[in-house]
């Protein structure tokens, strides 16, 4: 059971150029959310989906576009890089929902994409 | 939208001692996680608890829902609890997803 795996972990783009940031979970979870950790600040959410097919926008979506065709994928796609985006990047996944009583919200975190525009 | 403060923002102690960090909250929570990163970057789960008191070995936490606080309480510090501790809460409403506060930034020195 791995987890949130996300990849690259490492990553220096130039400005313009696009990239994709890939994130899966085996956890079968159906929510799934990716963040931006600027230095010295809290996680800002960037996109979420709530199930394969279904995605919307967080608190700082700009520049920024995802697409959830399963229930274990969410990639992350940069198009048009700028310096603003140089940030560490983490993906998350939660079980929400239904009646089970594990279905809590409980977010469980990849171990982050380090991007930088240069 | 819901807003999370927490203090200190930062805090040096010396190994062995007791801290208590604390996470302000503006509107009532349905979700309520602690989590630390360590100096990798890594963030690790450390409590869910939208209400009550959780105990893990020397960390435990409380949440008071009515009064919107909830604390995190290290005993006996180690060098490696030092890392940045984070509370994020999900009001349930607006867009999904856990809002974050700023972090504390704990150093404990051997």
Redesign the interface.
């Known amino acids: 059971n791995a987890g949130v795996t996300q990849t690259p972990k490492f990553r220096i783009l130039k400005i313009g150029q696009s990239m994709t940031l890939q994130c899966t979970q085996d956890m079968n979870h159906n ?1 799934m ?1 990716w ?1 931006r950790q600027d230095p ?6 960037i996109y ?1 989906s ?1 199930g394969a097919g279904i995605t ?4 700082v979506p700009n520049g920024y576009n995802v697409s959830r065709s399963t229930t274990e994928d969410f990639p992350l796609r940069l198009e048009l890089a700028a310096p603003s985006q140089t940030s ?1 990047y ?1 993906c998350a996944s939660s079980v ?1 929902g239904g009646s089970g009583t594990l279905n ?6 990849g ?2 994409s ?1 991007l930088t525009v240069l | ?1 819901i807003q ?1 403060e927490q203090s200190p923002p930062d805090l040096i102690l010396q190994e062995g001692a007791n801290s208590t960090l604390r996470c302000n909250f503006s509107d009532s929570v ?2 309520l ?1 602690w ?1 630390h990163q360590n100096p990798w ?3 690790i ?1 450390l409590f ?1 608890i939208p209400s009550g008191t959780k105990q893990n070995g020397r960390l435990s936490a409380t949440t008071v829902a009515t009064e919107r606080y909830s604390l995190l309480y290290i005993s006996s510090s180690q060098t490696t609890d030092s890392g940045v501790y ?1 509370c ?1 809460v ?1 009001s349930g409403g607006g ?9 504390t930034h704990l150093i404990i020195q051997p």
Not at chain 1, 56 to 59: A, I, S, V, Y
Not at chain 2, 95 to 103: E, H, N, V
């Open positions: 929510y959310y963040y010295g600040m809290g996680l800002k959410l979420y709530v919307d926008k967080g608190e560490v983490f929400r809590t919200g409980e977010l469980f975190f171990e982050g380090r | 939208g999370v349905n979700n996680q989590f970057g890594q963030l789960n869910y984070f994020a999900d867009a999904d997803g856990l809002t974050f506060g700023k972090g």
